[in-house]
């Protein structure tokens, strides 16, 4: 089973979408603005792949943090914002068979699919 996460109307979420759409890979969407994502499963994407990776420090959600919010970060503090605020999660995450991939690469894409 294949799962991508992220935002509907992401420009980075169109493109990784388009690309799966035109290689033949099926997958399931999960929009987390709408539903949310679990604590477990974004401490399991943190423990997989970094919780700097998965935050989006360039987004403007993140960029209109007071201050003391940005400075100081730590893997927990970091999962809360990201809870609090999905749009503050870097996009795409792509779960596929025990695989994860954030952000979006083509390279990385056809690695993994091609």
């Not at 943090?65 to 893997?75: F, H, N, S, V, Y």
Request: with cysteine.
């Amino acid at each position: 089973m294949i799962t991508l996460y992220g935002i509907k109307n992401c420009d980075t979420m169109k493109k990784a979408r388009a690309w799966l759409d035109d290689h033949g890979v099926a997958y399931a969407f999960h929009d987390y603005k709408a539903a949310g994502i679990d604590r477990e499963r974004l401490a399991g994407w943190a423990a997989t792949a970094g919780w700097e990776t998965l935050l989006n420090r360039a987004g403007t959600t993140f960029r209109k943090l007071p201050e003391a919010d940005r400075q100081g970060l730590d893997e927990a503090r970091a999962i809360e914002l990201m809870i609090a605020q999905p749009s503050m999660i870097k996009r795409p995450v792509l779960e596929a068979e025990g695989r994860l991939l954030v952000g979006f690469k083509p390279g990385e894409y056809e690695a993994a699919f091609g």
